[in-house]
């Protein structure tokens, strides 16, 4: 371990916060109030720390930075080994950016066990920012099923009337699929004699065992994602969590599965992945249309807003495998935008539903007239979900279909009509909440968004108007590191077809 240990410092600050949590002691209101101030300044002082790594970090280098390696388990070469490239580093700062943010969205809207509810997120941000820095596949796996545990309480205990069923259901769809997953990394550590990442990235795998490795990455990784047709415990899971828990699960969580293929299905089994592209890119087409048919006739936001989000991520999933520059740097800022604009949706959800207590479309209508700042924000980020040029949805979108027009016109040119269906179904759900006449009672005393509210949607507004008007800085902190695994991939798949003309 050298220099100042970056990671490690970030990965466990919010369990130092967590500590001073457990010690509150008093009144009830009084633990809460604690608790909720001790929450915001350790997930602040973890933001800051996050920005370091960015500040620090070298765009032009080759391969991992703020590396940090110590023997964990030394009889099995199993090694506490955390470090950070170009693809990573974003989902870091995501994660720790939006920590933040859902303990500001809780400020007034939780108001029992707020001292346990504030400890389940700062564990999972721990949580989150392991998964993301792991460079051993024992420590990856550790941190990437841990997740499960404190979003499976935060949904089952501060949840909706059917939060029991979501929170069972939720846990035992991406547990069910992780098994195979570790079926996988045990049988890469004994082929490859090792758990370490940084070197299974270099490892040639067999052509036959590929596809199997493959596959069982991909059980895991397709419901994380989550992909058609494994998704149906998304829409579920976001309806009953929390307004923070949707926030976290579709900001950070459904990140793991894109995260998953870029750091282990496409470097490491490169044949296979060839190999099934053009099964990746059929669900990933069928995810963008059937899911945005399905939002489209949704009368529940927070609905509407889930099945948005499979769409989303089947412009994720295609930009992967198309394994062009354009594709997986698009992939990577669409899941960057993704859990900036989907989280700022489901805030923008939490904010009337807080008022309203409904997240039924047909509740509203005619908000404009008494909530003008709320109409601007929710513009902002419906506009952004849409792909407008100028937002950050608009670059990802765009880089992924330039990427799979490259791989494949057809298909591009079929994922190109979810841009379509995507305006249809924000619009829709915009004009019916948000304009029109005043006309229910319960409404015209509404409020318009408070200065905590304002503090909360301020970052995410920046951010989505500066990723879209110059994503420079994103894309060039990941460059070094997509042309890394491409060229990986594309020499793996070259040979691989060699042997195969020889075998002829």
């Given amino acids: 371990m050298t220099g100042f240990p970056w990671l490690s410092v970030v990965t466990f600050a919010p369990l130092v916060g967590v500590a001073f949590i457990l010690l509150i002691r008093g009144e009830p209101d009084v633990v809460a109030r604690n608790a909720k101030g001790v929450a915001l300044w350790t997930s602040l002082i973890t933001f800051v720390v996050s920005l370091g790594l960015w500040i620090n970090f070298d765009p032009t280098a080759s391969g991992f930075q703020f590396e940090e390696k110590v023997l964990w388990m030394p009889a099995f070469d199993i090694a506490y080994h955390l470090g950070v490239d170009g693809i990573s580093l974003f989902f870091v700062i995501l994660s720790t950016l939006l ?17 346990e509810y504030m400890i389940a997120f700062l564990i999972l941000e721990t949580l989150m920012i392991g998964m993301f820095s792991s460079l051993d596949l024992i420590l990856f796996y550790v941190f990437f099923e841990g997740v499960l545990i404190p979003m499976f309480v935060i949904i089952g205990v501060w949840g909706g009337p059917r939060r029991n069923y979501a929170a069972f259901k939720f846990f035992l769809y991406t547990l069910t699929g992780s098994v195979l997953m570790l079926l996988a990394i045990l049988t890469m550590a004994f082929q490859a004699g090792t758990t370490d990442i940084t070197k299974l990235l270099t490892h040639d795998f067999p052509i036959s065992l590929q596809p199997w490795l493959w596959l069982a990455f991909f059980a895991s990784f397709a419901v994380k994602v989550p992909m058609w047709p494994v998704h149906t415990w998304l829409p579920d899971a976001h309806v009953e969590a929390p307004t923070a828990g949707s926030v976290i699960l579709a900001g950070v969580l459904l990140k ?6 870029l750091r282990f299905s496409l470097p490491m089994f490169p044949v296979a992945s060839a190999d099934f592209a053009p099964f990746i890119y059929g669900l990933s087409v069928v995810a963008i249309i059937y899911t945005s048919l399905v939002a489209l006739a949704q009368e529940d936001m927070k609905k509407l807003i889930a099945y948005s989000s499979v769409a989303h991520m089947g412009f994720v999933t295609l930009g992967t495998f198309t394994a062009t520059i354009q594709g997986i740097e698009g992939a990577v800022i669409q899941m960057l935008s993704h859990g900036v604009v989907s989280a700022a949706l489901f805030l923008v959800v939490g904010v009337v539903y807080d008022r309203m207590h409904s997240r039924d479309i047909a509740t509203y209508g005619g908000l404009v007239h008494r909530m003008p700042v709320y109409a601007l924000v929710f513009m902002i980020f419906m506009l952004a979900s849409v792909g407008l040029p100028g937002t950050s949805g608009f670059v990802g979108e765009f880089l992924v279909l330039v990427g799979a027009f490259k791989a ?11 841009v379509i269906l995507g305006a249809a179904y924000m619009l829709y759900l915009y004009r019916r909440v948000i304009f029109g006449k005043l006309t229910k009672e319960d409404l015209k005393s509404i409020t318009d968004l408070s200065p905590r509210e304002m503090a909360v949607f301020a970052p995410l507004v920046l951010i989505v108007i500066f990723m879209g008007v110059y994503p420079i800085p994103f894309l060039d902190a990941m460059h070094v590191s997509v042309e890394n695994l491409i060229e990986r991939y594309e020499t793996a798949v070259a040979a691989a077809e060699q042997i195969r003309l020889a075998a002829r």
């Fill in 99 to 115: 920590t933040v943010l859902c303990v500001g969205a809780s400020w007034e809207s939780v108001k029992d066990r707020v001292k």
């Fill in 408 to 418: 494949n016109s057809w298909v591009a040119a079929l994922a190109a009509t979810g």
């Fill in 256 to 261: 793991f599965g894109g995260y998953g293929f």
